[in-house]
Every structure is written in C-alpha cells, then in structure tokens.
C-alpha cells in the first residue's frame, strides 16, 4: 500500500485545513451522489471546493484516480461507479446555471 501521505484524503487535508482531519475528506460529498455525504453540501459548495482543489494545483484526475482506486481495495464498486454521474450532475447544474 502507498504511504498515507500520498492518498488522496491528506492532500485534501492539506488543501482544506492545512493538514488536520477535513471534514469531507473522503470526498464522497463531490464524488457519490448515493452517499449520505453527498447530501452534507449543496452544488455551489461542491463547485467551490472542486474550484479550491484545482487552484492548488492538485489534478482532478489523479484526486479521483486514487479516490476510486481506495474503493476499489475496499470492494466497493458501486462508489467508485458512480463518480462519473456525480460529475455529469456537477457539470449540468454549472452549466444551467450560465444562462
């Protein structure tokens, strides 16, 4: 197994609260509609941490790589399955809202 310093939870830790426990840090807030995280924040907020993630210069893809590769070791299929709808809703909800 990787270092814990490399998994994907303590680089948000690091992002939101400069290395403490952050409150989201699973991410399923952002990535598993089907969670009972996902309900804890609504788009917006969704948007604004994704929008911190990317500024800190973390890469989306490798954050939901290794999110999904976590999962996976779990034998959790379906979280790892529904990230690319949680990302379809993000998208749909933004771009509603430009217009």
């Known amino acids: ?6 998994w994907y939870e303590a ?5 939101f ?8 840090r699973t991410f399923r807030t952002i990535l598993d509609p089907l969670s009972s995280e996902w309900n804890e924040t609504d788009f917006d907020k969704k948007l604004e941490i994704l929008e911190k993630v990317v ?11 290794d999110y999904k590769r976590r999962y996976d ?3 959790r299929r379906d979280i790892t399955l ?4 949680a ?6 909800y933004r ?3 430009k217009g």
């Open 82 to 85: 529904a990230v690319e709808n």
């Open 73 to 75: 070791e779990q034998d």
């Open 55 to 65: 500024a800190s210069g973390e890469k989306l893809s490798v954050l939901i790589r």
């Open 1 to 6: 197994m990787k270092d814990e310093n490399n």
């Open 17 to 24: 609260t400069n290395g403490a426990l952050w409150k989201h």
């Open 11 to 15: 680089r948000l830790d690091k992002i």
């Open 87 to 92: 990302l379809i809703i993000l998208l749909q």
């Open 95 to 97: 771009l509603s809202k």
